[in-house]
């Protein structure tokens, strides 16, 4: 419901009306409602969901001006927020509509809505002015008509001007007549002769009346004079002249001349030309008219996009005053003088990089003021991005993604959206949409090394900084955040986090036990990088730890075998040649390589000239032959260091003893070693032990020979037994003197092994020349026979 102008009473709005135009919404209401009233359902038309309008932040998109309609974003219905008053909207344009936009996200869209505003009858006719005088001759025959000036209705289509009338008269009558615009004109229409005699003036009423329910009119007042001059009114060349002109026609510009004749002479025959009361202000303000030469120039701003034409009433008046009229069409020619104009509807500042292709980045349109070809618009973008337009209705597009954003590649972009029309020249229009690439956690951490070699020196300090691993992740903030960890592999059967820890920012590695390179020299440890994003992702990598030597081993003695640093190798005959090979000391260093490195060295000696060393195999060797000026006991101090920095080193004493006579020596020695002091218990099993040998070696050598002696016919078992134990008596001091000399076990301690310096070969023969078959023993030394190899000579078998 709306209220009329004049102040009356409510009426109803029969011609509300809503329809889909080329896929447009469009609402038809009238001016004047008042605020709040119901103009349509948005949401229903769209075919949008009530209870979805909140959550796609449903708007009416401003742009800039009055606000005259408000959109309820609760059920969608849009209502007049402002009061709109056609006129003041329009002008003079028949067809007065409103374009809305409304914009919805999730996702992104826009939806255009015209709103027409149909006129109603709220404004009356207004004459320009309201007395109008004629001067009329009264020589003018009936049938003459005299154009009088319009009246003015803001209002359009049947609202505005439909006819005029003029109060009642017996002379004067209204010719009504229709021009291109479809408005009314009255045109004065003299019915009878005048006579000037008779009445020299008339005082007449035009009424201007409209068409609207109900009609409203306008009056002025027409005052004719009757003269009694000229009989002849100037005549023009044309009826109607017509003529174009570019919008951008400068000031002064020469439209065209008007022509006119008068076929009166002298004075009578003068006359002006003039723009005549049909003429509008505006009209008067654009164009002029000289009344010498009726040339009609420009004289204001033409504007294409305002009007595209103009129908200008002129006329010739001479002196009489007699008026000849004409009219003049002037056409006004657009030229390209309006740039595209772009506008953003919605856009989205940032959207993520994992978003489907076809997301819609933004919405826009593209307007141009201009008409024809000068009004076509072509649009684009870059083609080295991902994006492109679709078109939704005429001039209007939608930015959209054609494939999938990489952050890590492009975290921005900025679209250049380029409009250009088709006029000569073209005028063009730019403008940038910036779009921010949102991070996902796509990109897994990546180590800089897939493998590590770490080498650490044993006897490392536990819980100091060994190593340190770097993950690099492409991804931002907490999707780039990463995290470092060991994961629990067994080294020896022990979880890796029992012998180190990892700094789980930094990645710096710390120990947490010191490591032996005798006991783990290499292994491996898996190290762990994990971002922060959802879901984490995360990589490993191998650190390969080698332990490296240090030189923490002393070189250890193992021959000859020592008691306190201290061995008693031998007795050595004072006929031994030089050269000869004393003993070899032998070491042992747990390091490896120049740390293993060992050499020997004559550190000490009772006589530096009797024996050298060897400094790589530690041999040492006589130098020369005894003397008898020698010194028969002989003292060595071997030092043994390795290769290390620093160098650790061992020594070890060498006694050894040199005689004549060796036989003698060897049962001295045995005497002084059953005697002697530090005989130990150790010493006293071994000689129990290697009296048992030897007891056991007899006995079988006796069973041999007594199942040889069985084979002989020609003997008796009693004879055959004394024989063997002939044998026996005359050969066991022979066994036992030719052992190992007692030397040979001295100062050896419990657990050490009993060196072996002479190994003895035994064989048994039975001579030929003995009728008793006596055994005869011969002692050879053999490198590497056991003490108990015995060779029985086959010669034993024959009788």
């Not at 809305?100 to 996200?105: A, D, K, Q, T």
Request: net charge negative; aromatic share 8%; hydrophobic share 40%.
């Amino acid at each position: 419901m709306a209220k009329s102008l004049n102040g009356g009473t409510f009426y109803n709005l029969l011609f509300f009306m809503s329809n889909l135009v080329f896929g447009q919404i469009r609402y038809s209401i009238p001016e004047e409602l008042e605020i709040g009233a119901f103009v349509g359902n948005v949401a229903d038309d769209l075919k949008i969901n009530v209870r979805e309008l909140s959550a796609r932040k449903f708007q009416l998109l401003s742009d800039g001006r009055k606000q005259y309609f408000e959109v309820n974003v609760g059920n969608g219905i849009l209502i007049v927020n402002e009061r709109i008053d056609r006129e003041d909207l329009c002008t003079e344009r028949s067809i007065c509509s409103i374009s809305l936009e409304f914009g919805v996200e999730n996702p992104v869209d826009m939806f255009p809505v015209e709103v027409e505003v149909l006129d109603v009858n709220d404004n009356s006719p207004i004459f320009p002015t309201r007395r109008m005088t004629l001067q009329i001759a009264e020589f003018i025959t009936p049938g003459a008509r005299f154009p009088l000036e319009g009246a003015q209705d803001p209002d359009v289509g049947t609202n505005t001007i439909s006819t005029y009338q003029i109060s009642s008269n017996d002379h004067f009558g209204l010719k009504i007549k229709t021009i291109n615009d479809g408005s009314k004109m009255a045109e004065l229409l003299l019915k009878t002769p005048l006579d000037h005699e008779q009445q020299t003036s008339f005082e007449l009423t035009l009424t201007a009346i409209d068409g609207g329910n109900p009609h409203r009119s306008g009056t002025a007042q027409i005052i004719i004079t009757v003269i009694d001059v000229n009989d002849n009114a100037p005549v023009f060349d044309h009826e109607l002249y017509r003529t174009s002109v570019f919008e951008n026609a400068p000031k002064g510009t020469l439209l065209l001349k008007l022509r006119a004749s008068d076929l009166d002479e002298g004075a009578n025959a003068e006359f002006k030309y003039s723009f005549s009361n049909y003429a509008s202000q505006r009209e008067r303000e654009l164009f002029s008219l000289n009344a010498d030469s009726g040339e009609i120039r420009v004289k204001g701003l033409l504007d294409f996009e305002v009007s595209d034409v103009y129908e200008l009433d002129v006329q010739a008046v001479d002196n009489a005053p007699n008026v000849g009229h004409a009219k003049v069409l002037v056409r006004i020619v657009d030229v390209n003088d309006n740039t595209p104009e772009i506008k953003l509807n919605s856009a989205i500042k940032m959207v993520s990089e994992d978003a489907a292709p076809g997301t819609v980045i933004s919405v826009f349109g593209i307007t141009d003021r201009d008409a024809a070809e000068n009004g076509r618009i072509r649009c684009q973008i870059p083609l080295n991005m991902p994006f492109k337009l679709q078109t939704t209705l005429r001039n209007h597009y939608k930015l959209v993604t054609t494939d999938m954003l990489d952050r890590e590649r492009m975290d921005h972009y900025n679209v250049s959206i380029s409009a250009w029309d088709a006029g000569l020249p073209a005028l063009s229009a730019n403008k940038t949409i910036h779009v921010l690439v949102s991070d996902v956690n796509d990109n897994v951490p990546r180590f800089t090394q897939s493998k590590y070699n770490l080498y650490l020196m044993e006897n490392n300090t536990p819980g100091a900084s060994i190593f340190s691993v770097t993950a690099l992740d492409a991804d931002l903030d907490q999707n780039g955040d990463i995290s470092y960890s060991i994961l629990e592999d067994q080294i020896q059967n022990v979880p890796a986090s029992a012998y180190f820890t990892i700094n789980s920012n930094s990645g710096i590695i710390y120990a947490l036990r010191s490591f032996d390179y005798e006991h783990l020299k290499i292994f491996h440890i898996k190290v762990q990088a994990q971002d922060a994003g959802t879901p984490p992702l995360s990589t490993t990598a191998i650190v390969s730890v080698i332990i490296l030597d240090q030189n923490d081993n002393t070189p250890l003695i193992t021959s000859p075998l020592t008691w306190n640093t201290t061995a008693e190798v031998l007795i050595l005959s004072q006929s031994t040649y030089p050269g000869y090979l004393v003993t070899k000391v032998t070491a042992y260093d747990a390091d490896s390589g120049q740390n293993a490195r060992l050499s020997y060295q004559l550190l000490e000696a009772s006589d530096r000239s009797l024996v050298t060393v060897g400094q790589n195999s530690g041999e040492i060797r006589t130098t020369r032959k005894f003397t008898e000026k020698d010194t028969t006991g002989q003292r060595l101090v071997i030092f043994v260091k390795d290769n290390g920095q620093p160098s650790l080193s061992s020594t070890v004493t060498i006694f050894f003893t040199i005689q004549t006579n060796i036989t003698e020596s060897l049962a001295n020695r045995v005497d002084n070693f059953s005697s002697a002091e530090y005989v130990s218990d150790l010493n006293m099993y071994l000689i129990i032990i290697f009296g048992s040998t030897s007891v056991i070696f007899l006995a079988t050598i006796i069973f041999l020979v007594v199942l040889k002696c069985r084979k002989d016919r020609s003997y008796t078992r009693d004879h055959s037994l004394f024989s063997c134990s002939c044998c026996m008596r005359r050969h066991s001091n022979d066994v036992f003197n030719r052992r190992p000399a007692p030397s040979a076990f001295h100062g050896y301690g419990a657990g050490q092994m009993l060196p072996v310096s002479e190994t003895l070969r035994y064989t048994v023969r039975l001579s030929p020349e003995s009728s008793k078959s006596d055994f005869l023993f011969l002692n050879t030394a053999h490198p590497t026979l056991p003490l108990n190899d015995i060779t029985i000579d086959d010669n034993i078998m024959k009788k």
